[in-house]
């Protein structure tokens, strides 16, 4: 919101601001304007009552022509009158329309003027008298009507009493010359008069302009007001709804978990199930004596249990990223399981912060207990038991997974590619196909598998 401009500060302005001083002026200019027509009539009726008075001491050629001479400027200064207010002209022509009026007036005060020289009758000392009071009431009306601007006040008194003044003076004599006296101090104090009139009037107007700046400002507080109460209004409506929607969001979060740990206690009582399902087929395939079916079950029932480990993994992350070294521990500690308690191997997986995505744990879940499960079955050199070392490290944002063990190593038909093993095949397929990577296959003093892949937890 703007700021809001005190209103003795807007009354500073009126007074040295350019635009408001031309307004100023526009205001004198149409004060001059609005009393124009008052002066017209006094004009005329005072005009004609001299013209009456004087018919008998002055020609009557000179009177008529004096009375249309001032009837020519009056309709002249009519039309400009009526063209002023049918224009309604903005402040900024004020200038143009005082220098009209000014002329306009002049010319008016020459006229009367002229009556000292035309209407002035030498014989009659009343006539004189009387021709002096017209003038003189003419000059104090134009001291009220026309003293807003003081150019137009002096262009009309001055022409208007002059020539009197001087006409009195020329004569000579003590009377004429005490009349003339007489005229001038009437001249110069309604010259103060009309001084008085224009400062009480132009305070007046700039009363007007603090008033109207007053109100103004009032409006615009009051409207400033308004506009706080909205914006309070809508601020407790904001935050009743931010309220609401929190404790919406609370209840949904407290229902997202109840669900969640619904969902995952279920998976995991269905997983159970389904490994108690495969160690049932595999304890009556060892009643049938079928090694090698009890040696599916067996890997199969590896292969849930890894997904049943990641599963608690990320279900207590709630289902975030999860660290690779933890997934590691966790799913070859289940798949050694397996092994007499007197052989269970030794286990070192290297300290890593690196996470993987819920995706990639499923998946390196099945690679980790394929490989665990192969060095199970294959690394083991006579009664010693295994060991497992694990490397995780990361280079320009892919992950090293390093898997070696302490057997046999792997047979040169594996590394060669020449026989077949569907352990690795399902690693190398997992590897390639979910995670994007590659895997290498070497022996240094054991078997060592190296996967690389994208880190998508970073």
């Not at 006040?153 to 000579?172: C, D, E, K, Q």
């Not at 309604?190 to 001084?195: R, S």
């Not at 240094?444 to 996967?451: F, L, N, P, S, W």
């Amino acid at each position: 919101m703007g700021e809001i401009m005190q209103p003795q500060e807007r009354f500073e302005r009126s007074t040295t601001t350019a635009e408001e001083q031309g307004a100023l002026y526009g205001e004198q200019v149409k004060q001059l304007y609005s009393n124009a027509l008052v002066g017209l009539l006094a004009t005329a009726i005072n005009s004609l009552v001299l013209a009456v008075i004087q018919r008998d001491v002055t020609s009557r050629t000179t009177l008529i022509a004096w009375v249309a001479l001032l009837t020519v400027i009056s309709l002249l200064r009519y039309h400009d009158i009526r063209t002023f207010w049918r224009k309604s002209p903005e402040a900024s022509k004020a200038n143009y329309w005082c220098r009209r009026f000014i002329v306009g007036l002049a010319l008016s005060g020459i006229a009367w003027g002229s009556s000292a020289i035309f209407l002035f009758p030498l014989e009659s000392l009343a006539h004189q008298t009387f021709l002096a009071f017209v003038i003189g009431g003419m000059v104090a009306g134009a001291a009220a009507a026309f003293s807003s601007v003081m150019k137009a006040f002096l262009a009309y008194s001055v022409l208007a009493l002059s020539p009197i003044i001087l006409r009195f003076a020329l004569l000579g004599d003590e009377f004429h010359l005490a009349m003339g006296g007489m005229a001038l101090l009437f001249g110069v104090m309604i010259f103060f008069v009309a001084m008085r009139i224009n400062t009480v009037w132009i305070t007046s107007v700039k009363l007007r302009f603090e008033n109207s700046g007053l109100v103004s400002y009032l409006t615009e507080l009051k409207q400033a007001e308004e506009a706080l109460r909205e914006s309070e209004k809508r601020y407790r409506q904001l935050s009743e709804e931010n309220a609401r929607l929190l404790e919406q969001a609370r209840q949904d979060g407290e229902t997202k978990t109840i669900l969640l740990h619904e969902v995952n206690h279920r998976v995991k009582n269905n997983l159970a199930s389904i490994i108690g399902l495969i160690q049932t087929q595999e304890r009556f395939g060892k009643k049938k004596d079928s090694p090698e079916f009890r040696s599916v079950c067996r890997d199969l029932a590896g292969r849930v249990q890894g997904l049943a480990t990641v599963h608690t993994l990320l279900s207590a992350g709630e289902w975030s990223l999860v660290k690779l070294a933890d997934l590691t521990t966790d799913v070859i500690h289940s798949t050694l399981q397996i092994l007499p308690s007197d052989q269970r191997a030794p286990v070192h997986v290297s300290p890593s912060s690196i996470q993987v995505t819920p995706d990639q744990a499923n998946t390196l879940a099945l690679v980790i207990n394929e490989l665990a499960t192969n060095t199970i079955k294959h690394g083991q050199r006579g009664k010693q038991a295994p060991s497992i070392s694990v490397r995780i490290e990361e280079n320009d944002g892919r992950i090293l997974f390093e898997f070696q063990d302490n057997g046999p190593g792997y047979p040169e038909p594996i590394l060669d590619g020449e026989q077949y093993d569907v352990g690795l095949h399902l690693v190398t397929n997992l590897v390639r196909r979910d995670l994007r990577g590659e895997v290498t296959l070497r022996n240094d003093h054991g078997a060592v598998t190296r996967i690389q892949f994208g880190n998508r937890g970073s």
